[in-house]
């Protein structure tokens, strides 16, 4: 089955009991029992429920895995994926990553005593210098969030096979219609499925995919055991996201790559980090690994003055100011003091996040609105 019709059908059945096409809400918290553990499937909602089954199917299918996971938010699909180390194993991430990530790694799991090592991981050999025998995980995200580096995935999944490690891939920003990790040799996808899968702005999800039974059955566990599950509402409307996901990542392509080449050749502009751009460091890498290149941009404005970064944000009106991305609005955002406050000052400022930073997630609305809106903001600075 080819994507285009994966996100639609892909794992889907019409409902057994009455044929709806699409699978019903099934709000409920429990299931009646014939005799103590007499069934018919599901017991419980934390354990297993049949929207939420419904969805976890379907993002299995678009990733090209067998077993897909769905959780209350993205941090909590991380969550799952950290609770499969012990205290002292170590994971190798990439130190250009969504706030939230390095504030979940950094804060609770470094107190239970895993390690973690943030790297540049553009150039994937030097993963290598960082492996010790007590390293578990690579964590990496690609494009990442929000300087829009690209990651090599296959050479990454090498370098995992060669030290029987494990590769985690956020996906977020790409999207199995853009990049499918599984394919490349990554042993877990994961996703912030708030963002484009959902792709409205209405709920908060996480979402993974993977192909190892054995490993699909431990994170199955944690779910259960930990109980960060998403409720059937959001299992619908999610689902409900992906069968549009691959007509909203096209547009958001054509848009995306309108918008940066404006800012590109606007004169006020010092740089637009966007991995379409033949000169950005990883183009080749990110034309071998993705289809397109996104509706994700990030740029920073000539002199690199706080004061004008914030003058824009404040200008733009097609675009929202706020955290998130992915939705079909396009959205603005100031990453030093939103989505990436929470790593500190020197750190980011490493990566490229500095103060004048913005960042553009880039909806689906007509691009000359769009263009229009940065062209007056820009002007008033
Ligand atoms: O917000 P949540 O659904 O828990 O997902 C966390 C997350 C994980 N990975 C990436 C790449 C992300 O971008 C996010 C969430 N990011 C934002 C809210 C943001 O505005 O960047």
């Not at 034309?287 to 003058?311: E, T, V, W």
Request: net charge negative; glycine share 8%.
């Amino acid at each position: 089955m080819e994507f285009n019709t994966k996100v639609i059908h892909g794992g889907q059945q019409h409902d057994p009991s009455t044929g709806a096409v699409m699978p019903p809400i099934y709000q409920t918290s429990t299931y009646a029992q014939s005799s103590p553990g007499q069934h018919k499937g599901f017991e419980y909602s934390r354990t297993g429920n049949p929207t939420r089954q419904a969805l976890e199917k379907s993002i299995a299918s678009i990733e090209g895995g067998t077993y897909g996971l769905a959780f209350a938010s993205g941090l909590s699909s991380i969550d799952a994926i950290l609770k499969l180390l012990s205290p002292g194993d170590e994971v190798i991430s990439t130190n250009d990553l969504y706030g939230g990530t390095f504030r979940l790694f950094n804060t609770i799991f470094k107190k239970f005593g895993i390690v973690f090592k943030f790297i540049g991981m553009e150039e994937t050999d030097r993963i290598a210098d960082h492996i010790t025998d007590k390293t578990k995980l690579i964590w990496t995200e690609t494009p990442t969030n929000p300087m829009m580096n690209v990651i090599d995935i296959r050479r990454c999944a090498e370098i995992s096979r060669e030290n029987d490690l494990l590769l985690v891939v956020d996906n977020t920003f790409a999207t199995p219609y853009l990049q499918r990790p599984l394919e490349l040799g990554a042993d877990i996808v994961m996703h912030s499925a708030t963002k484009y899968l959902g792709g409205h702005s209405d709920v908060v999800m996480g979402a993974l995919a993977l192909n190892d039974k054995d490993l699909a059955e431990k994170l199955y566990f944690i779910q259960n055991a930990s109980g960060a599950v998403c409720g059937p509402m959001d299992s619908f409307l999610v689902l409900r996201g992906i069968k549009t996901l691959h007509l909203r990542m096209q547009r958001h392509c054509e848009n995306g790559r309108a918008v940066a080449h404006f800012l590109r050749s606007h004169p006020k502009i010092e740089n637009v980090y966007w991995p379409g751009f033949e000169d950005h460091p990883n183009h080749e890498i990110a034309r071998n690994q993705m289809k397109d290149f996104g509706g994700m941009l990030s740029f920073k404005i000539k002199g690199n003055k706080y004061q004008d970064a914030i003058k824009v944000l404040e200008t733009l009106k097609v675009f929202t100011l706020a955290e998130s991305l992915g939705g079909v609005e396009s959205l603005s955002g100031h990453p030093a003091s939103m989505t990436h406050a929470s790593i500190p000052k020197e750190e980011r400022e490493k990566t490229g996040v500095s103060d004048s930073l913005i960042r553009l997630s880039v909806g689906v609305e007509d691009e000359k609105d769009l263009i229009e809106d940065l062209r007056r903001a820009l002007d008033l600075i």
